[in-house]
């Protein structure tokens, strides 16, 4: 058996989502696929995927070989193109994951500026508005908003994004600026639920956090359609400063109690912890880590 081809078939398995599929990735027969996962079980003594007639999922010996498979498969694939292409440009396939509204405002825009220069990079964007595994799904790099825990990934800070009170001037003019956080609980609020899934806003007061609990007549899963619910007058908003950052700067909206905010939420470029990463993902990152330092993300006042 050809271990490092049984590798490779079996990492192609999981990316793709089915044996069929692998086949066709790999252009080979379904038989071949069928044989080759199965002559690995065997070798290993072990079971390495869960297959129905519905799904197929990862055993732990699986999910354990799986990510062992990607660095040994990384770690020969960088071996060789040090040997066979040391001075040439990055090329080869990238899946990458980011939140929605941020990859289109700042993500996409730095990777297509990315590939324009390495036309021998393929990046595959994939905008999701959840936790991706990243192992499990076969992804190179994810963008992520979030106070990571302590994991096997490793973290690349490239920003922070501010957590915002906001509403429509008109509101402010009529019913005036709240000057404590307190006078939201009296006040109509839109409810983003992606930034506070209940009806608790979080602030910050001397050092401590201090919770709120406001009430309005809209709520929604979408940032987009909340924040032009804000913009509209229905209330005041709790969002993300970069999903609000075009309409503050229309004056369509207003920041309000900004020394009240929270500690700033990093941004961080995210991939497996490896020994060696490839020459294009070193590339794309370092892009990144530059473009989204030049559009200084989130980083908006409230004048």
């Known amino acids: 058996m050809d271990k490092l081809e049984a590798m490779r078939t079996y990492v192609a398995i999981v990316d793709r989502g089915s044996l069929t599929a692998a086949a066709e990735a790999l252009g080979r027969s379904l038989p071949t696929v069928v044989r080759v996962l199965a002559a690995l079980e065997e070798h290993l003594g072990a079971r390495l995927l869960r297959r129905t007639t519905r799904r197929m999922s990862l055993t732990p010996e699986g999910q354990t070989y799986l990510e062992r498979c990607r660095r040994i498969l990384n770690d020969v694939e960088e071996a060789e193109g040090s040997l066979v292409r040391a001075q040439s440009e990055p090329r080869g396939d990238i899946r990458m994951t980011a939140p929605v509204l941020f990859g289109q405002m700042h993500v996409a825009p730095a990777v297509s500026a990315f590939l324009r220069r390495y036309s021998e990079v393929r990046v595959e964007l994939l905008l999701l508005d959840r936790v991706v595994n990243i192992v499990e799904e076969g992804i190179d790099l994810a963008l992520r908003i979030a106070h990571l825990a302590d994991s096997t990934m490793i973290a690349v800070p490239v920003g922070r994004v501010r957590r915002v009170v906001c509403a429509s001037p008109a509101m402010l003019d009529a019913d005036g600026t709240p000057a404590h956080p307190r006078e939201l609980s009296q006040r109509p609020c839109v409810r983003f639920r992606g930034i506070a899934p209940g009806d ?104």
């Open 200 to 303: 608790l806003w979080t602030f910050a007061e001397n050092g401590r956090e201090l919770s709120i609990k406001v009430a309005g007549n809209f709520s929604c899963n979408q940032a987009l359609a909340a924040v032009e619910a804000c913009a509209a007058g229905l209330g005041f908003g709790l969002f993300l400063s970069y999903q609000v950052e075009a309409l503050v700067r229309a004056k369509r909206l207003n920041i309000v109690l900004e020394e009240f905010e929270p500690p700033p939420i990093p941004v961080s470029l995210v991939y497996p912890e490896a020994r060696l990463i490839s020459t294009r993902l070193r590339a794309l990152i370092d892009w990144l880590k530059k473009a989204l330092a030049e559009r200084r993300t989130g980083d908006i006042q409230s004048s």
